[in-house]
């Protein structure tokens, strides 16, 4: 509890928290009218709920104070992939007049997804079509990490705009090899713009914003594996977050690049991955180019979170229509 209180007392410091009308006062009455026994063993725990339950309105209020729809766009963008999510600090950053503020985001060791918040203090420059690049960084990488060069894939998307307050969500992703240890990492913001008109929306002000992510497991299928050898991988890694083939060679690469992935479930349906056209959703590399160290590293992502026990077996389609089906043995 004492824990808690010091949370609330930072709140407080930071940004003011609007408590509707009369709501210690309900809470009183809520408690004076438990029985004595529950009084006696529950008020404690009882109080304690009613307080976070509080704590977390507000905490969702101040997070999207400047724009209260988006609230209810994230949950919904999110969907299955929720429990996955993880919470961020929500401090506004000015970036060339925009304000940023990273609300949530969700990792495994291939895909970094970053939902940011942005809104326009200056005028109307903002759309539905408005795009970004950037990356997702570590500065301070691990010692024993003697991999060599390292290459990243950056996408972003606008999920909604709110013409009304001038603000609009977007997702970021990162796509590579990713660290274990992203508790250091940061969106780093290069430049946004409109991909209609071309216009420049801010292009003076690179903004480095921390983040605080736990990557979540990964199974990992060895290249001895029928799924692995079907993909020329040496590694293959599933996660709720998407599938990701570890190769090496060019004529892999080649053969890769415009395949899409059909699931096969244990309850008997089907899921295709994200890529209507094919292809992975995102690209990495590491090692030195040319030599034996050199990785490629793929990454296919589905609409939903996958489950990954139930996977039975994976259909690899090539840009030509071809088919080719490898069982999933998990280890």
């Known amino acids: 509890m004492e824990q808690f209180d010091e949370m609330l007392k930072?709140?407080?410091?930071?940004?003011?928290?609007?408590?509707?009308?009369?709501?210690?006062?309900?809470?009183?009455?809520?408690?004076?009218?438990?029985?004595?026994?529950?009084?006696?063993?529950?008020?404690?725990?009882?109080?304690?709920a009613l307080i976070a339950a509080a704590a977390c309105a507000a905490l969702l209020c101040t997070a999207f104070a400047a724009s209260p729809s988006l609230r209810e766009l994230l949950a919904q963008t999110l969907g299955g992939f929720a429990p996955y999510a993880q919470e961020q600090d929500g401090q506004a950053y000015e970036m060339d007049g925009l304000e940023v503020r990273v609300l949530s985001a969700m990792a495994d060791q291939d895909t970094i997804r970053v939902f940011v918040q942005l809104k326009d203090l200056e005028g109307n420059r903002l759309s539905d079509h408005i795009n970004a690049t950037g990356?997702?960084?570590?500065?301070?990488?691990?010692?024993?990490?003697?991999?060599?060069?390292?290459?990243?894939?950056?996408?972003?998307?606008?999920?909604?705009?709110?013409?009304?307050?001038?603000?609009?969500?977007?997702?970021?992703?990162?796509?590579g090899r990713v660290y274990e240890d992203l508790s250091d990492a940061e969106l780093v913001l290069f430049h946004v713009y409109d991909t209609q008109t071309l216009e420049d929306i801010s292009v003076d002000t690179t903004l480095h914003i921390p983040l605080d992510i736990e990557v979540m497991p990964s199974t990992t299928l060895d290249g001895d594996t029928e799924l692995a050898v079907g993909f020329f991988a040496e590694t293959v890694r599933l996660s709720p977050l998407g599938i990701t083939a570890v190769t090496y060679g060019d004529v892999q690469y080649s053969y890769l690049a415009r395949a899409r992935l059909r699931l096969h479930m244990a309850d008997g349906t089907e899921i295709l991955s994200g890529r209507e056209d094919g292809g992975p959703d995102g690209q990495g590399s590491y090692g030195e180019y040319g030599a034996d160290s050199s990785r490629r590293v793929l990454t296919w992502?589905?609409?939903?979170?996958?489950?990954?026990?139930?996977?039975?077996?994976?259909?690899?389609?090539?840009?030509?229509g071809g088919?080719?089906?490898?069982?999933?043995?998990?280890?």
């Open 10 to 48: 930072e709140m407080a410091k930071k940004e003011e928290l609007t408590v509707p009308e009369g709501f210690d006062k309900n809470i009183r009455d809520i408690l004076c009218k438990l029985p004595p026994q529950a009084k006696k063993r529950g008020l404690g725990a009882l109080k304690t």
């Open 301 to 320: 992502n589905f609409r939903d979170p996958l489950e990954v026990e139930q996977i039975q077996s994976v259909t690899i389609i090539d840009r030509d």
């Open 135 to 175: 990356l997702v960084d570590v500065p301070s990488p691990p010692a024993s990490d003697n991999s060599g060069v390292r290459a990243s894939t950056f996408g972003s998307r606008c999920l909604n705009y709110d013409g009304e307050t001038k603000t609009a969500l977007m997702a970021c992703t990162t796509w």
């Open 323 to 331: 088919e080719r089906t490898f069982p999933v043995e998990l280890p």
